[in-house]
């Protein structure tokens, strides 16, 4: 079974706070995403990496940077965190077409 | 433009009786499709997906899709629908050049007793 393992299921984090969101998957896949979920809007790609330190901009990618130092991890990072980026945010791993999900960091910024 | 539209936001079924999601899609190329569903506070779980050939897909927890290329359609469909599938589902589209998936905004599913 594919793995894909987000370090935290809930977070609360404080405005201007830095965020770090950790996905790590078991697969040996290069491509690995990160999308944010919001009622009625779907999911939508925020950054997505093919390599390590190989990434690539999604649809959203402002207030937001990605890191890749190991194949096996990829990492979301809020530089200075906001109210407008509550939210859940999804990992997620493609192999042979198919993409893989994690089960989700629900982060609420105060 | 590429699109991928549910066009229902909330469907409610009596436990038993038979389900469709609706999903249209718009792309330029040959359209790879997913369902995914996704339970209250967990991530994606694919059911199903189509790439080629036969066009009726049949998919886990008893679910099947149907591509249909003359209506850009890929619908979702189970005939006997348990408490358990109340979920809210995602249909995607993809393709072979391109890593980028196009979501749909969902489809929630309640479902009486």
């Known amino acids: 079974d594919v793995k894909v393992t987000q370090s935290s299921r809930y977070l609360v984090k404080r405005t201007g706070e830095k965020v770090f969101l950790e996905c790590v998957q078991d697969m040996d896949h290069e491509n690995m995403f990160w999308y944010r979920q919001d009622p009625g809007l779907g999911l939508r790609l925020i950054y997505f990496s093919y390599d390590v330190k190989m990434k690539e901009k999604g649809d959203i990618p402002e207030g937001y940077s990605v890191s890749r130092e190991k194949k096996e991890r990829f990492s979301l990072i809020l530089e200075s965190a906001s109210t407008n980026q509550t939210s859940m945010y999804l990992c997620?791993?493609?192999?042979?077409?198919?993409?893989?999900f994690g089960a989700g960091t629900r982060l609420s910024v105060l | 433009a590429q699109s991928v539209t549910q066009p229902d936001i909330h469907i409610t079924v009596s436990e038993g009786a038979s389900l469709e999601l609706r999903c249209n899609y718009s792309?330029?190329?040959?359209?790879?499709l997913f369902w995914y569903v996704q339970s209250p506070g967990q991530g994606l779980q694919l059911l199903l997906k189509?790439?080629?050939?036969?066009?009726l897909v049949q998919g886990i927890k008893g679910f099947e899709a149907e591509f249909k290329r003359s209506q850009s359609s890929f619908n979702l469909r189970k005939p006997s629908v348990h408490w358990s599938d109340a979920a809210e589902y995602f249909c995607a589209v993809g393709g072979s050049g391109t890593y980028k998936y196009i979501f749909g905004t969902g489809t929630r599913l309640k479902v009486l007793a």
């Open positions: 997620a791993i493609q192999g042979a077409h198919i993409q893989y």
């Open positions: 792309y330029g190329a040959t359209p790879y």
């Open positions: 189509y790439f080629s050939g036969d066009t």
